[in-house]
RNA sequence: GGGCCUGUAGCCUAGCCUGGAUAGGGCGACAGCCUUCUAAGCUGUAGAUCGCAAGUUCAAAUCUUGCCAGGCCCGCCA
């Protein structure tokens, strides 16, 4: 039942005022103040009244049988909904829905083609690059708990100037996974210290574009390596893609070259002084310096924008329903111009998910500089402490748990920043195991379990108004609030919001834990029946959304 | 020069879209709590002119404008 909706109709009828009262209702700021609330001060001019007198007046006529009490306390109307239907609704509804509880459908029969990661193929990834992945494939998996039928593409830029120096810089060798970073500094002090060795990399991209069979071998070798080595460290963070599209086939299969026809027949494609072709961008006002979107070089072979102009089109065709895609900030105002350039040719661009990067406590990362930290460390590192941890405690350490723990923190640790906001790395809150992180989460669920393995079988139905507590009263309210947080942070595509909402659930939880009994044996029957319900809630809740940002949830730990 | 994002206690952060009741958390500090379901936990204390200044409003962390600081971007990188 919505409770929001029953009180805006309840609120209507018996004021009545034709006033939409659904937009007013809040959720006031403590639970002793009701479970709802209505602030009167916008009533206040039409009816010519104080507030505090039209809480009063209206307060005092509220009667619904759900309805405990209505109050009026100052100007607002304080909601009392009676704990039975309260908290029958929704520990029922959890223990019904199981892990589909939370879920509001609204995606159900629709598609969507969501792309994220997309890292040049030249090293391995660092943590900056993978908070891409992360927010990307939370992202995936709300969207298809929401019911979408969602396809994750990764775009390997496999062309262009920086993969042709690690092809230059390899020369005839073929270098393994690990030290393609090391080749890529180097190559890049390399051409700094020698300007001269640039011609040789346009060379190769000459001739990659003009279809020379052993240039080609060359880029396709390296950048094979370089992409399984990348989707082995994402896949073992339990991150998957259904489909790696080649920047460099939009050259073999001729698409990028069609795309300029097509962009020529609009008008707006020209030959600048040097040679260049450049789509002229004036009409959408964007914030540039001059107002156009360079797609070639002076010989005609492509730049980044054509390509991808090409490849963009070729989702907007795929996708037929949503269409996301996740990128760096910086390349908000370049997105901008890839989606003019879409509208121009009658497509719709896809919705842009921009995050903030990570920083270095004295600047950037930078790949070039070799100045990262990379992904494989950071999670390395985790699992290290999470070994050492597990071993404090119970004197051995399994794989399995020290995985789960440590990639939690991983995840955690990046999902839980509002996907604008910089962050800057620091070994020691990153790999924190207590406070605001994954694991503490994770506990949370470890000691949930806990109580229901040692309780044996499980009750089916129990009666709430037992639960008199007020944490008690607060872990439901905040069990009832998961689908709305889901929603928000799905709609929004921001996995700081689900992150969030779980650190809440999770510090109910554990107040709950520490003032409420379940097992003991001073505790009546009836109540250890809906105090093991409730705790039962929470642990499906508390999992479900974990899940939904990519961290397991280990039953011991 | 122009545009976008960010600015909340010593440090990190939620809330800002959709203005309302004492601005939530965490780290660190200090004081407590393990003979009772996992102390990776819980409770309490101290710590905030919500960057600054104006404006709109009965009401501003939230909306508007200006300024300051940090991040990012603005033609042959991708």
């Known amino acids: 039942m919505d409770y929001k909706e029953e009180i805006a109709k309840l609120a209507k009828k018996t004021s009545g005022l034709n006033i939409d009262f659904l937009q007013m209702i809040e959720i006031p700021p403590d639970s002793s103040m009701g479970d709802y609330a209505i602030p009167c001060f916008p009533l206040a001019k039409q009816l010519k009244k104080a507030p505090q007198q039209i809480a009063d007046d209206i307060a005092a006529k509220l009667k619904a049988i759900w309805l405990d009490k209505a109050e009026a306390k100052g100007p607002y109307i304080n909601l ?32 969507a083609l969501i792309e994220h990661t997309s890292i040049n193929p030249n090293a391995s990834p660092h943590v900056g690059r993978a908070r891409n992945a992360l927010i990307g494939d939370a992202i995936v998996r709300l969207m298809r708990f929401q ?13 262009g100037k920086q993969i042709a120096m690690l092809v230059l810089g390899a020369g005839t060798k073929k270098p393994a996974f690990d030290s393609l970073l090391k080749l890529y500094v180097d190559i890049n002090n390399k051409i700094k210290a020698k300007p001269e060795l640039e011609k040789d990399v346009f060379e190769l991209l000459n001739k990659l574009e003009n279809g ?5 071998k060359r880029f396709r070798a390296i950048v094979e390596t370089c992409i399984k080595g990348q989707a082995k460290i994402f896949a073992e ?37 040097e040679g260049r072709l450049v789509l002229n961008q ?21 730049l980044y924008p054509l390509r991808d102009i090409a490849y963009t089109m070729d989702k907007a065709k795929l996708a037929k329903g949503a269409n996301v895609i996740v990128l760096g900030e910086d390349q908000k105002l370049y997105f901008q111009q ?3 350039a879409m509208d121009l040719l009658g497509f719709k661009a896809p919705v842009p998910v921009h995050y903030s990067f990570v920083l270095l406590s004295d600047g950037r990362m930078s790949t070039r500089q070799g100045s990262v930290i990379l992904l494989e460390d950071f999670m390395q590192e985790a699992v290290e402490k999470a070994k050492h941890e597990i071993k404090k405690r119970h004197g051995k350490a399994d794989e399995k748990t020290a995985k789960d723990i ?74 009832g609030a998961f689908p709305e947080a889901v929603n928000a942070s799905a709609s929004h595509f921001r996995p700081s919001t689900l992150a969030k909402y779980l650190l809440d659930l999770s510090q109910a939880f554990n107040e709950f834990y520490h003032s409420c009994q379940c097992l003991s044996e001073n505790v009546e029957p009836k109540l250890r029946d809906a105090r093991l319900l409730l705790v039962s809630s929470a642990s499906i809740v508390i999992k479900t959304g974990l899940f939904l940002l990519g961290i397991n949830a280990p039953e011991r730990m």
């Open 237 to 273: 963070l339990g991150i998957k893609y259904d489909s790696f599209d080649y920047e460099s086939d939009y050259l073999w299969n001729n698409k990028a070259k069609q795309s300029l026809e097509l962009l020529n027949k609009t008008g707006k494609l020209s030959e600048d002084e």
């Open 338 to 340: 890839l989606a003019a």
């Open 80 to 111: 009392f909904i009676k704990k039975s239907c309260l908290f029958e609704d929704v520990i029922s509804e959890i223990q019904n829905k199981k892990d589909k509880y939370g879920s509001s459908q609204e995606g159900k029969g629709k598609k």
């Open 282 to 302: 004036e009409e959408y006002n964007l914030p540039l310096k001059a107002p156009f979107l360079v797609l070639t070089r002076a010989d005609k072979t492509s």
């Open 147 to 159: 019911g979408y039928k969602t396809d994750v593409h990764y775009f390997v830029n496999d062309v």
């Open 212 to 216: 020379d069979k052993s240039v080609r």
């Open 406 to 479: 440590a990639y939690g923190a991983v995840k955690y640790a990046v999902l839980k920043v509002s996907n604008e906001k910089n962050v800057t790395f620091d070994w020691d809150s990153a790999l924190s195991f207590e406070g605001e992180t994954g694991p503490y989460i994770q506990y949370t669920y470890a000691r949930a379990r806990s109580i229901l393995r040692k309780a044996g079988k499980a009750p089916v139905k129990a009666d709430y108004c037992l639960l008199m507590d007020e944490s008690e009263k607060k872990l439901v309210s905040l069990l």
